[in-house]
Structure formats: C-alpha cells, structure tokens
C-alpha cells in the first residue's frame, strides 16, 4: 500500500483569503494560487466558493501578489 505524504501544516488565515478571492478576482487560476500558498487547490475552491472565509472581503489590488503562473519547483531549484 503507498504511503502518504504528511500533511503540510500549512493553515490559510483570513488575511490569506482575502488574497485568494483578490487574484481570483484578477483571472489567476485556481491552480496557481494554491501553488502560490503551497495548498491543496481544494482549499483556494473552498474560499471560491464561499463554503470558507465567506466573510472576508477581497484585498485591495496593491496587496496581491504577482500574477500567476509561478515557476515550478524544479524550474527553481
């Protein structure tokens, strides 16, 4: 039987959703925003569709990030 992998940790803050929904907003992918975080894409589709952080409003433009795609890990290494 294949092993899985341990979890990451890594928990999304309402300050990070307020991100999600704002490149979202912009035409990022789901896919690369959860690159972006290092999240499952089911945590960024959650806060798409409001089953999470459905309270938080999109952050302003200046605070996001680049524009995705981002580089693949190897491409970095």
């Not at 979202?24 to 089911?42: E, I, K, M, T, Y």
């Amino acid at each position: 039987m294949a092993k899985r992998a341990e979890p990451s940790g890594i928990i999304l803050s309402a300050d990070d959703a307020a991100i999600v929904k704002g490149v979202l907003a912009c035409g990022d992918r789901q896919h690369d925003v959860a690159a972006w975080f290092g999240v499952n894409g089911g945590r960024i589709a959650e806060i798409a569709t409001g089953s999470r952080y459905d309270w938080v409003a999109q952050a302003d433009v200046a605070d996001l990030p680049p524009p995705g795609p981002y580089p693949a890990g190897r491409v970095a290494h």
